[in-house]
């Protein structure tokens, strides 16, 4: 159950309250402080699942934990940057609605045996809202350089790619769950 997989996990979800904390009080070192840790966290998304496929770690704890943890991870940050009026709440509702519809999904279909599988849209929208919310905690100019400006565009492509793949587990779900 405890490994150095889902230790990463829990690092992770132990990463969101000083991420939270350090955008509650929003300045350019707090901002920049965030994004790192926001980096970090995201991180181990990528090398925890390596660790536990190369070492034989995988654990249910691990499946449903690791998904758990990166939906909480994006979802505070979005939730954070509303608040702070450095995104829209119609583009964050829309990417955590995306989110919670997509885990209830692999749930209904794993509660018959199937799997729904993260495709290549899935894992293209992780990664580019992975990448949009760093400048966007970041927000700060920065020698010149507006990151925000960045972010923005980002996250509306984000945005796209969110509602795309969501879109395309609704289908799979429809050929894999409601068709059997």
């Known amino acids: 159950m405890f490994n150095l997989a889902n230790n990463l996990t829990f690092l992770r979800i132990a990463c969101i309250p000083l991420l939270v904390l350090l955008l509650y009080f929003p300045s350019k070192i707090s901002c920049l402080i965030a994004m790192f840790i926001f980096i970090g966290a995201s991180l181990t998304d990528l090398v925890d699942g ?78 580019v809202q992975t990448v949009a919310l760093c400048p966007l905690i970041l927000h700060y100019k920065w020698w010149g350089f507006d990151p925000n400006l960045l972010g923005q565009v980002l996250i509306y492509l984000a945005l796209i790619l969110t509602l795309f793949s969501g879109v395309n587990y609704l289908r799979n779900f429809y050929r894999k769950v409601l068709t059997n």
């Open 50 to 127: 390596i660790i536990a496929r190369r070492y034989n770690l995988v654990t249910n704890m691990g499946k449903f934990l690791d998904p758990l943890a990166d939906k909480l991870l994006v979802a505070s940050a979005l939730i954070m940057l509303v608040k702070l009026g450095w995104v829209e709440a119609w583009i964050s509702i829309t990417i955590v609605s995306r989110e919670i519809l997509v885990t209830g999904l692999r749930a209904i279909a794993a509660d018959q045996g199937l799997v729904i599988a993260a495709d290549k849209y899935g894992k293209l929208k992780t990664i």
